[in-house]
């Protein structure tokens, strides 16, 4: 707020009464300084008055301005005039021209307008930080969650993700293992077909080659063909009574077989 549109004078005591400029002053004076000072703190230039053109009613600046000082405070133009007489004289206030003035109000007034402008700029800083901080859309911790799952999701999609080993990678797990694999016919074979086990895309090479361990196949034969060898099974001796019961079983199949073949019942 301007200093005019306070409803008071900033007026510091201390100074108003070690002001020696002021204290050589007659006390009437004094008092109509008081008088004065409260018009010039309801002016549009803080702290000045101008004399417009309508006011120069005699050559004389001092009762000029005493004349207009009369129309707004209830003293008589003589006293008003020296006052204003003494108080210039002594330097408490200053005449320039059509434009009389009181420092200390004008000097204030400058300051005031300094910290309002600066007030102004952080108030606006501050009004855009409260805007934009309003119109932000206030997070939702469903979405929050949501985002998360789906997060989590893509990243258990790019984790499960199969990735294609190279001939380094099997060879390794091989010798791992010390299984017989030829690991370029492995690698050769699933390139072939698009790294699918059946019709479905493979997920673990590692469990492919654990499957070729089981079914024995060792890939290459050294002409670039493929083979499986299976385990032989050992024979097994059946136990007296299933041999007896099995062959017995044998030869009634074998002589109804001759019976229906010459034709009889």
Same mark, same amino acid.
């Given at each position: +707020?301007? $200093?005019?549109?306070?409803?008071?004078?900033? $007026?510091?005591?201390?100074?108003?009464?070690?002001?020696?400029?002021?204290?050589?002053?007659?006390?009437?004076?004094?008092?109509?300084?008081?008088?004065?000072?409260?018009?010039?703190?309801? +002016?549009?230039?803080?702290?000045?008055?101008?004399?417009?053109?309508?006011?120069?009613?005699?050559?004389?600046?001092?009762?000029?301005?005493?004349?207009?000082?009369?129309?707004?405070?209830?003293?008589?133009?003589?006293?008003?005039?020296?006052?204003?007489?003494?108080?210039?004289?002594?330097?408490? +206030?200053?005449?320039?021209?059509?434009?009389?003035?009181?420092?200390? +109000?004008?000097?204030?007034?400058?300051?005031?307008?300094?910290?309002?402008?600066?007030?102004?700029?952080?108030?606006?800083?501050?009004?855009?930080?409260?805007?934009?901080?309003?119109?932000?859309?206030?997070?939702?911790?469903?979405?929050?969650?949501?985002?998360?799952?789906?997060?989590?999701?893509?990243?258990?999609?790019?984790?499960?993700?199969?990735?294609?080993?190279? $001939?380094?990678?099997?060879?390794?797990?091989?010798?791992?293992?010390?299984?017989?694999?030829?690991?370029?016919?492995?690698?050769?074979?699933?390139?072939?077909?698009?790294?699918?086990?059946?019709?479905?895309?493979?997920?673990?090479?590692?469990?492919?080659?654990?499957?070729?361990?089981?079914?024995?196949?060792?890939?290459?034969?050294?002409?670039?063909?493929?083979?499986?060898?299976?385990?032989?099974?050992?024979?097994?001796? $059946?136990?007296?009574?299933?041999?007896?019961?099995?062959?017995?079983?044998?030869?009634?199949?074998?002589?109804?077989?001759?019976?229906?073949?010459?034709?009889?019942?």
């Amino acid at each position: +707020m301007a $200093l005019r549109n306070q409803p008071y004078i900033p $007026l510091y005591v201390q100074d108003y009464l070690t002001d020696e400029k002021l204290n050589e002053c007659s006390p009437a004076t004094q008092g109509v300084y008081i008088k004065l000072l409260c018009v010039l703190h309801k +002016m549009d230039e803080y702290g000045t008055i101008l004399l417009k053109q309508n006011d120069k009613q005699t050559s004389n600046q001092i009762k000029n301005f005493a004349c207009k000082f009369a129309k707004q405070i209830a003293f008589s133009v003589e006293i008003i005039e020296s006052a204003l007489n003494e108080l210039i004289a002594n330097g408490v +206030m200053t005449i320039t021209g059509d434009i009389l003035f009181q420092k200390r +109000m004008v000097k204030d007034n400058g300051i005031s307008v300094v910290r309002a402008k600066a007030g102004k700029k952080g108030g606006e800083k501050t009004q855009f930080a409260y805007k934009f901080a309003k119109a932000k859309p206030q997070a939702n911790p469903e979405n929050e969650n949501e985002n998360e799952n789906e997060n989590e999701n893509i990243n258990n999609i790019k984790k499960d993700k199969f990735q294609k080993p190279t $001939l380094k990678e099997i060879t390794s797990y091989c010798l791992e293992r010390q299984n017989k694999i030829n690991p370029q016919v492995f690698i050769d074979y699933y390139t072939s077909n698009g790294w699918r086990v059946g019709r479905n895309p493979m997920k673990d090479w590692k469990a492919a080659i654990r499957t070729w361990e089981k079914n024995n196949f060792e890939g290459s034969n050294g002409n670039g063909t493929n083979q499986r060898s299976y385990k032989r099974n050992q024979e097994r001796e $059946l136990p007296p009574n299933i041999a007896e019961a099995a062959d017995a079983i044998t030869r009634d199949y074998l002589a109804k077989k001759a019976k229906r073949a010459t034709g009889g019942s």
